[in-house]
Structure formats: C-alpha cells, structure tokens
C-alpha cells in the first residue's frame, strides 16, 4: 500500500528543540484525538515517529508500517493546530481501516477537486497550484474527517455524508 500523503525525501534540515518536546506534548495530543475521534481510526495505530523537518509538510500517515510520522516544525504549532493535523492524518489512515466509507465518499463524488480546495490548508493549496495534486479525494476525506470530528466549517454535502456516517 501506498503512503498516504507526502514523501518525505532523505533531508535533514534542522532537529526537533527542546522547547517542542514530543515527549510532553505527544500523549496529551493523542488522549484530546481520541476524545474526538467519531469513528475510532485512530485506534490500533503501531507506532508515530518524529523525525527532523524535511520539506514543506507537517505530517504524514504511512499504510505501509501503519505509523504517522510528525516532523520537528508540526510541534511548534499551536495545540490547537496539532490537534486539527494530527486528526486529518487520523483521516487518512480511515481510508485504509473503513474501505467501505472511503468507498462511499468516492461515489458520492465528495472528493472532488472543488471540496478538496474548499477544505484545504494553506500549504496543501500552495503544493496544488504548484503542480496539481495527486488524490484530491484522499485529501477531502481526511480533511473533512478532522473538520467533522472537531466541529469545523466544510461543504453542507460532506458534512452530511459524515453526519449519516456517525448515526
């Protein structure tokens, strides 16, 4: 399976401080996701790994081992913040534990490329302008998941879907 996400190329920019110990802040981050995690896809990960920043993005889910890897700069964001990328990577690796949902939103036509910039971050905006992007339907899913989750504005029809989804 594919890593769901972003490639993290073999660069080392900087490492991670002490003042953004993932040691401290990583068990509160996981015990406020698991408050807010609807459908449970956070349960049963293997294993996050932190790693040095890389490139441009803050996190990624990999299906491959199962893990979600947090760069140094995804620690110097709010709490708030984390919590939102953290519960989109949670996102992802739904598509790998809920098959059946993921396959629903695809023919529901909610990953359409208007829902994914209409969800999108900054950065991932910047990254489609740049050069498209790959799976706009995985990126809808998992945004719309943390949004849902974290009760955050999203297109009225994808916030239906997960509002079904829920009951």
Excluded at 57 to 81: E, G, R, V
Excluded at 115 to 120: G, I, K, R, S
Excluded at 136 to 156: I, Q, T
């Amino acid at each position: 399976m594919p890593i769901i996400h972003n490639y993290f190329p073999a660069i080392r920019d900087r490492a991670i401080s002490d003042d953004a110990d993932p040691a401290i802040i990583l068990p509160k981050l996981v015990a406020a996701v698991r408050k807010y995690d609807k459908l449970h896809y956070l349960k049963g990960l293997k294993k996050f790994i932190t790693m040095q920043d890389v490139d441009q993005w803050h996190s990624c889910y990999d299906s491959n081992n199962d893990s979600i890897t947090l760069q140094a700069k995804f620690f110097k964001k709010s709490f708030a913040d984390m919590l939102r990328v953290l519960m989109h990577e949670v996102g992802h690796r739904g598509q790998y534990k809920d098959p059946q949902t993921f396959e629903t939103f695809k023919k529901l036509g909610l990953g359409h490329v208007k829902h994914f910039l209409e969800m999108a971050n900054a950065v991932h905006r910047r990254d489609f302008r740049r050069k498209g992007i790959e799976n706009p339907v995985d990126e809808a899913f998992a945004e719309s998941y943390s949004r849902f989750c974290l009760s955050v504005d999203m297109p009225s029809e994808v916030e239906e879907f997960w509002r079904k989804r829920i009951q």
